[in-house]
């Protein structure tokens, strides 16, 4: 009886999807060159330089400086993240710490924070803080949650038995955890490492607030003293190339095992652990790292709001920078998703080696840093097409290029839930190929389209560097105004545009955290 089902499965003819698949290939290789047009331009910007030049350029002390100070912070801020992140995890997910689900939330809530947000409170509560040693710490409470929610997600999901079958052979809780749990949470660790990475490579706000050099910080004033193109350039050079490295170190660690669970039957509700006396003493590491994480942000911003009083909140300007950022992180946000339909569509219902490696451009494009991405188009912009120089469809397009996975991630699993069957039908009652996708796999996957769409735009809102060297003439976003005024000085000013960005972040933050726990039902 089997071997005649596996042998229908096997020998059935497979249906392919009516939607013409030609229109929508020629939409993704369209955005995929989009997309790569970042790496192409520094390509080309090494090639215009000249070898000799570039040479001189990249082999100088400053490069070898700003190289050693992000090197460090890179092998000083994943490992602290990394450890703190899954002692949280273990502790919300697999004890009975009191209050996990409580903790499990403060654990992901720093991310409605942006980074540079998170410097302003450092600096405001403590002025003299800068250095490789400011750099680090606020880079872990500020990034720990891209940690934490892929490896508590994956501390859900794993099957107890095994650690089970590895106790019984004797092996003490330690051996179990380091030998069984750990390398089942690869994926999760170095994922989250790797993104963890590329944002302390792209970010600047955070270490510009404390004077720690970059190459990004380097690269933006680079550009706004001097316009410097060459030099500029190669330091984007140098960041390209820090990125793949990154890109390279992740894919080697995370290697080409196998980790989903073989065999009949479900896996059964894990043991949790009891911590008995020391119970409370591990409940001070939640405490301490949301103090940090939160408490720090919300204590110089109340402080600031206080200082400032009600003059501060200057209706008009501070209205006109949140309309404007709302404006553009919704049209960002829809202009990202809809040109992730067309690959998200093509690796779920035509998953060939072509859609594969469109799909990898995507994912490459998007660690190329922001300020990257931006010398790009102003570039482009500038030699080439000067009208489309700061404009709107100009800054869409870099928001496409840098939060495309975002949207991508959620309509892929969206998509795969629509039955294909369904464009089948809608193409034999005469509907065109687009017609018949639009009428039933997109209006489905409308759910998957929101959250993409929610969470590209909490990329946009935080973004800093991009926006900052493309918005059109007369933008003020609340990122923006909020750094202007901190570059004066004005950290009571400041304030209520920090505020804003909190609790409008507040709900896309929340959506993440209950997307996380509806992985394992919980």
């Known amino acids: ?274 911590l008995g006396a020391w119970k409370y003493l591990l409940l001070l590491l939640p405490i301490a790292t949301a103090a940090f994480s939160l408490g720090i942000p919300a204590l110089t911003i109340a402080r600031w709001l206080i200082a400032g009083g009600w003059s501060i909140w200057n209706v008009s300007e501070v209205g006109l920078a949140l309309w404007q950022t709302l404006v553009i992180c919704l049209i960002g946000g829809l202009a990202t998703t809809a040109a992730a339909v067309p690959i998200a569509w093509l690796s779920i219902r035509r998953p060939t080696r072509a859609s594969r490696f469109l799909e990898g451009c995507y994912y490459l494009a998007s660690s190329m840093p922001g300020v990257v991405v931006a010398l790009a188009l102003v570039t482009v912009t500038v030699r080439a097409i000067l009208p489309l120089y700061q404009t709107v469809a100009t800054i869409v397009l870099a928001y496409v290029v840098m939060f495309l996975p975002r949207a991508l991630v959620s309509l892929r699993a969206s998509i795969a839930q629509v039955p294909v069957e369904l464009e089948h039908t809608a193409a034999s009652l005469g509907r065109s190929p687009g017609n018949a996708l639009w009428s039933t796999t997109v209006r489905l996957a409308a759910p998957g389209a929101a959250a993409g769409v929610a969470l590209s735009s909490l990329g946009i809102m935080n973004e800093l560097t991009a926006t900052q060297m493309l918005a059109p003439n007369g933008t003020r976003t609340l990122a923006m105004a909020f750094w202007a005024l901190t570059s004066e000085i004005d950290y009571a000013g400041a304030a209520p545009y920090a505020v804003l960005m909190v609790v409008f972040s507040m709900p896309l933050t929340w959506l993440l955290h209950h997307q996380s726990k509806k992985i394992a039902g919980r």
Not at 77 to 99: K, M, Q
Not at 123 to 152: E, H, K, R
Not at 185 to 202: D, E, F, N, Q, V
């Open 1 to 274: 009886m089997t071997s005649t089902t596996e042998t229908m499965f096997s020998t059935a003819p497979r249906r392919r999807s009516p939607a013409g698949s030609s229109w929508t290939l020629t939409i993704a290789v369209v955005v995929a060159l989009l997309a790569l047009l970042p790496l192409g331009f520094v390509l080309w910007a090494t090639a215009a330089t000249g070898w000799d030049t570039a040479i001189q350029l990249i082999f100088r002390g400053r490069v070898g400086e700003l190289l050693t100070n992000t090197v460090l912070l890179i092998l000083f801020t994943v490992p602290i993240c990394t450890a703190l992140a899954l002692a949280l995890a273990w502790l919300t997910e697999r004890t009975d710490l009191p209050g996990a689900r409580f903790w499990s939330w403060m654990a992901v809530a720093p991310l409605a924070v942006p980074a540079f947000v998170h410097s302003y409170a450092w600096v405001g509560m403590w002025p003299a803080i800068n250095g490789l040693g400011a750099g680090v710490a606020i880079s872990v409470v500020a990034y720990f949650p891209f940690l934490y929610l892929p490896i508590s997600a994956a501390f859900r999901l794993l099957d107890p038995a095994l650690e089970d079958q590895a106790a019984s052979l004797g092996l003490a809780p330690f051996a179990v955890f380091r030998r069984v749990v750990l390398p089942q949470l690869r994926l999760a660790l170095c994922g989250g490492a790797l993104l963890i990475g590329l944002h302390l490579l792209a970010e600047y706000g955070l270490f510009a607030m404390i004077r720690f050099d970059t190459f990004t910080t380097a690269i933006i004033d680079q550009f706004q003293s001097t316009y410097n193109g060459v030099a500029a350039y190669m330091l984007a050079l140098v960041l390209v190339l820090c990125c793949f490295v990154l890109l390279g170190i992740e894919a080697g660690l995370r290697g080409r095992r196998r980790y989903a669970r073989l065999g009949p039957g479900v896996a059964r509700h894990v043991k949790i652990a009891k």
